[in-house]
């Protein structure tokens, strides 16, 4: 049975601790590139808000160069949290030594560095890119595992260097190796852009006559690439299939219309995520070192009953 504790009289709890002082985040932000960024600045910017932490938020525009000078600013003004998504994976060890010597916390959010010493981040919150890679491949192989010809493959990248663009090269390269037809002919970066992604698609359409699979890696080059391949008399999702990688809403209203065949959703609504992170860490919590995303994947059928619910 029920066993009844003996009730102590317990003073009043003595008047909290100044835990609860405001939280000053530092974000550098990887640029406006995409309707992914667009999302997942929305996400950070009303998480923060909402979680009352106060977020000085910095725009890099694509560049390392900006995103270095933002983290060194966020250290003058000693703020509590540093988290930034990088827009390239590698050179970032010196400043983030900085960062560790003037004993802030820096938390990697969407994607991840290449340096070797991890105790130079809390913890990495977002995707599996090699995983969406993958999934993208899978896919493919699915849809030409009868094929007696050889099926070919332009494939426009996210920018050099990023982790995005690597991951998801290498996770579609490892997958499709399985079959021998599958060809990547091209393989071109359009810098995750819709003007980039049409003007590289326009330039693989001169080059090529015999286009039949795009594999890009963002719905915006995807967009873009739509547009250039309509331009020269072609039917996008028929003519060439189309598989790219996201999920926001333009993807969904192309891939419900039948001009994409197959998205790999990456989810941008990390901020509720970071926060919590902050948080944690602020607390002296421990916390895991990855955190990773959970994600779908969606054909055209999908798209057009999910297009209703995507709020991005
Ligand atoms: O790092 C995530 C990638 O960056 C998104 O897939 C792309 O759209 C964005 O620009």
């Not at 929305?42 to 923060?48: G, L, R």
């Not at 000693?78 to 030594?97: N, Q, R």
């Not at 393989?187 to 995750?192: E, K, L, Y």
């Not at 008399?233 to 189309?242: A, C, M, R, T």
Request: charged share 25%.
């Amino acid at each position: 049975g029920a066993s009844t504790a003996p009730t102590t009289e317990t003073s009043a709890s003595p008047a909290p601790e100044q835990t609860d002082k405001q939280i000053t985040l530092g974000f550098s932000q990887v640029g406006a590139e995409s309707g992914w960024r667009t999302a997942n600045t929305q996400s950070i910017q009303d998480s923060a808000k909402e979680a009352g932490i106060e977020l000085k938020f910095s725009d890099a525009q694509q560049k390392q160069e900006n995103q270095i000078k933002a983290i060194r600013t966020f250290i003058q003004q000693k703020v509590d949290v540093i988290a930034f998504s990088p827009v390239v994976e590698s050179g970032w060890d010196t400043v983030l030594k900085e960062a560790k010597d003037a004993g802030i916390p820096v938390i990697l959010t969407d994607r991840a560095v290449d340096s070797s010493d991890t105790s130079l981040y809390e913890t990495f919150i977002g995707s599996d890119f090699v995983e969406e890679g993958r999934r993208a491949g899978t896919w493919l192989v699915e849809q030409y595992k009868d094929a007696s010809e050889d099926i070919n493959i332009v494939e426009l990248q996210g920018t050099t260097g990023s982790a995005p663009a690597n991951d998801r090269m290498a996770g579609f390269a490892e997958v499709i190796a399985s079959n021998p037809k599958l060809k990547i002919i091209a393989s071109q970066t359009g810098d995750f852009t819709r003007a980039k992604g049409k003007e590289v698609m326009q330039a693989f359409l001169k080059a090529h006559e015999d286009i039949d699979v795009l594999y890009a890696h963002n719905d915006d080059m995807a967009l873009g690439a739509i547009q250039a391949i309509e331009a020269a008399g072609l039917k996008p999702g028929v003519d060439i299939k189309i598989i790219s990688v996201d999920g926001v809403k333009d993807g969904f209203i192309a891939a419900s219309e039948g001009k994409i065949n197959f998205i790999v959703e990456c989810n941008p609504l990390l901020g509720p995520q970071l926060m919590q992170a902050v948080k944690d860490v602020v607390e002296g919590k421990e916390i895991p070192k990855r955190i990773v995303t959970e994600e779908g994947v969606f054909t055209s059928e999908d798209a057009k009953r999910e297009l209703p619910n995507r709020k991005y």
